[in-house]
């Protein structure tokens, strides 16, 4: 017979007798020869015993299943409340990581561990968290006791439902104290509790003769071993095997060599659940969340105020649209974002990613000096190196040969100027000395083109995909007082920066730069919806004003513009971003982040550490000395990222420049093992 999994005992309510079917449940496994070990994290309400307090559910648990008391609990509280109430009597806080460690340590040793909640399963543990967060953090599948009086089917029915909401799998009901002659509404629903619920009643355990918790007696526990069928509870790990077979044969991943990616030992990486700032595979590995997903994750992974909030707009509606209509959530969220935007955006388009959001602003720039009398501005001045996203549009303004060479036949023109790359300077000089000489090259373009020239489009401090190039101080603003100058509009692509990710709401505040257009999307829902928003000024907005025969209006628009789903997060979003004064925080973790680098700028293979806020980008070189690249076909990145993940950390090569951008709230402690397994996995690679 299969190991037992470690599950979680869940009440409906309080006194429906957990413990009890816990120490049961503990003995029916053993008696099946699947050994587990029962943990009770809280116990509250001592009694006095003759050597001084006693906790009756630990001292039976342990007298159950025969592991020694101080195992099997954890917080012990004196009296009989609510846990984190009858913490803060006994002056202690119940901290749920210290529990899921526990827990870990436990299940380390081999066991298969029964966790037993507390009370119900909304019972609070802290502010923040409740039991069902014990499952979600440790991935726990729950079997639900529920007792068999009048009002079990709603009290068994809501805590399946809010198991569900949360991502926890029932594997089975156990109704417990059956009377030895029950009444007609005790036995009917027990039918009715599987019926509605669809899950299967598992035990119906009768009331066991000479059972005292209080006084430890276990009683006749074990002629109620068979009022459990273990073989009835639904299997407790989800089949991927058919997820794996169908990403081989059917999924085509972004810019993924595929060969590569299918020939990959071990096997490609498949994330089944995340917690924190960590995600998990389908075997159960977990991995620090080096890159938020893909630049996306703020907060950490399965926040509980952003799950609320898709939930809560979920129950009003999920989809309805823009184009002459309206909806509450991104009515809302437009004057948010004009709230915490740099000044004078006060206009909201949405889209759902960042490609379209520069799009648009390229359109919407293009359009305007149509209708403000200066059809001859057509033309778009970006950057080398500069990445705006994937769409025919956006590839023409990007820059980075290896993604656009490809497509260059199929691309409009626009004026390419060298950006800042102080570690390669374009123009041989260093900073900061040269009084940004880079810019020489611009100054000239704009000077003969302005008067051609809709709008310059840049990413600004830092362009990211190129591999986090750092643009020195003063390079921003100069760039904006130079469009001034021309009366060239200045869109800025915080697709990547924005929503604190390089140490401010967004990086134009830190030149106290004020775009004409700005494109925002990955951080903009904390990672949970696909959503994007161009910003715009009333100049820009007003140009468009018009009635229908005048034909002004913005002629684009995206099926799922302004969804309310993800507008609702959005919002949720931006307000956990100021409640926890999370652009600060994530500032005084940057600084902590650049003291962990220091020792790896000193390694003999790295040539370039760079950070804006919450963003590295480490380019390895085969010469420090000279700055030589390794040759291309040394794979030296790809080979660092598949290393760190051998030591659970997610990172990304961008050629020879390891990147990584961790969630914005990423615990110190992992943001410390992310750099530690970073320096190892480039140590091991470079000169191992
Ligand atoms: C990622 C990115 C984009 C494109 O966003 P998508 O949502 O992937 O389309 C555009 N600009 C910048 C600066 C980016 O980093």
């Excluded at 006693?54 to 099997?72: M, N, Q, R």
């Excluded at 009444?183 to 509605?196: F, M, P, Q, T, Y």
Aim: charged share 25%.
């Amino acid at each position: 017979m299969a190991e037992a999994p470690s599950i979680i005992v869940v009440g409906t309510d309080t006194g429906v007798g957990k413990t009890v079917v816990t120490a049961l449940l503990t003995r029916a496994f053993a008696r099946a020869g699947r050994p587990v070990v029962p943990f009770k994290p809280v116990a509250s309400g001592a009694v006095a015993g003759p050597d001084g307090p006693i906790w009756a559910d630990t001292s039976f648990l342990a007298k159950a299943s025969g592991v020694p008391e101080d195992e099997v609990g954890l917080y012990r509280l004196t009296k009989p409340l609510a846990p984190h109430v009858a913490a803060r009597d006994d002056g202690v806080t119940i901290d749920t990581d210290r529990i899921i460690e526990r827990f870990r340590e436990l299940s380390g040793a081999g066991s298969a561990v029964l966790l037993e909640g507390v009370g119900g399963a909304l019972v609070p543990l802290d502010d923040r968290r409740d039991v069902l967060d014990l499952a979600v953090g440790l991935g726990l599948p729950a079997i639900v006791v529920a007792r068999p009086a009048i009002g079990t089917l709603n009290h068994t029915a809501l805590t399946i439902a809010e198991c569900r909401n949360r991502g926890v799998d029932v594997l089975g009901i156990v109704v417990n104290r059956m009377a030895s002659n029950p009444g007609e509404a005790e036995r009917s629903n027990v039918d009715e509790l599987a019926r509605l619920t669809g899950i299967p009643v598992v035990g119906v355990v009768g009331e066991i003769a000479g059972i005292d918790v209080d006084a430890g007696d276990l009683g006749e526990i074990d002629d109620h071993l068979d009022d459990i069928d273990l073989d009835a509870l639904a299997p407790s790990l989800p089949d991927y095997q058919t997820a794996i077979t169908a990403d081989a044969e059917h999924v085509w991943h972004p810019f993924t060599a595929m060969r590569e990616y299918l020939g990959e030992d071990p096997a490609p990486l498949m994330v089944a659940r995340a917690s924190g700032c960590q995600l998990e595979d389908t075997n159960g590995r977990r991995y620090i969340d080096g890159v938020s997903s893909l630049w996306v994750t703020v907060h950490g992974h399965r926040v509980r105020e952003l799950d609320d909030a898709v939930r809560a707009q979920l129950g009003k509606v999920a989809h309805s649209t823009l184009l002459g209509l309206s909806n509450e959530p991104s009515a809302v969220l437009a004057g948010k974002l004009a709230e915490v935007a740099p000044e004078g955006l006060t206009r909201v388009f949405y889209s759902d990613n960042g490609s379209t959001a520069v799009e648009i602003a390229l359109k919407m720039a293009f359009q305007f000096w149509r209708q403000t009398g200066r059809p001859e501005k057509g033309r778009f001045v970006s950057f080398v190196n500069a990445y705006h996203g994937d769409t025919i549009g956006a590839v023409s303004v990007g820059g980075i040969d290896l993604f656009h060479q490809q497509f260059g036949p199929m691309l409009f023109d626009a004026t390419k100027v060298h950006a800042a790359y102080c570690y390669r300077c374009p123009v041989g000089t260093s900073y900061p000395g040269c009084g940004l000489r880079c810019l020489d090259a611009l100054e000239e373009k704009l000077a003969a083109e302005a008067e051609r020239t809709a709008a310059l489009v840049m990413e600004p401090k830092v362009q990211g995909a190129a591999g986090i190039l750092v643009q020195p101080p003063g390079y921003l603003r100069r760039i904006a007082d130079l469009c001034r100058e021309h009366d060239v509009l200045l869109i800025a692509d915080e697709v990547a920066t924005g929503f604190g990710r390089t140490g401010s709401m967004f990086a134009c505040e830190q030149e106290d730069v004020r775009p004409d257009l700005m494109a925002v999307a990955k951080g903009i829902t904390g990672g949970y919806l696909p959503l994007a928003a161009t910003l715009a000024t009333e100049r820009i907005y007003e140009a468009f004003l018009g009635t229908y025969e005048e034909s002004k209006q913005f002629f684009h628009g995206h099926t799922y513009t302004g969804n309310p789903l993800a507008c609702a997060v959005a919002i949720a979003n931006l307000d956990l971003i100021e409640r926890h004064d999370v652009v600060a925080r994530a500032a005084r973790s940057a600084d902590a982040l650049a003291r962990m680098l220091e020792p790896v700028a000193a390694m003999a293979h790295v040539g370039d550490v760079r950070r804006a806020g919450m963003m590295v980008g480490i380019e390895l070189v085969a010469d420090k000395s000279t700055g030589d690249a390794f040759p291309v076909a040394e794979r030296v990145g790809r080979r660092v990222i598949l290393k760190a993940r051998e030591r659970g950390v997610i990172i990304r090569p961008l050629g020879d420049t390891i990147v990584f951008m961790p969630p914005l709230a990423i615990p110190e402690a992992d943001l410390r093992e992310l750099v530690d397994v970073t320096a190892w996995a480039i140590a091991e690679v470079t000169e191992g």
